[in-house]
């Protein structure tokens, strides 16, 4: 199982939901995808794009504006 991480601080949608797309393609079955941003509206939409692909959603941490999402391809 790899990890794959992606910075999308300071970053606004859709450029964070893009970006965790694209690395969820390349990711392999098994793999976990790692989103970091502080951009509100991308912490709900991302959760709610890999739930439409079928995916993992491992957790959601938020610290003050800054969040992580983990999702399991």
């Known amino acids: 199982m790899t ?8 970053q606004n949608c ?4 893009v970006e ?12 976990v995808v790692e989103v970091t941003g502080n ?3 991308s912490k709900k939409e991302i959760p709610m794009a890999a739930r439409a692909m079928g995916l993992e959603v491992l957790d959601v941490k938020e610290d003050g ?9």
């Open 3 to 10: 990890e794959i991480k992606i910075d999308c601080m300071g």
């Open 14 to 17: 859709p450029v964070p939901l």
């Open 20 to 31: 965790t797309r694209k690395a969820l393609k390349k990711a392999a079955v098994g793999d």
């Open 39 to 41: 951009h509100s509206s």
């Open 65 to 73: 504006e800054r969040w992580t999402i983990r999702i399991r391809r």
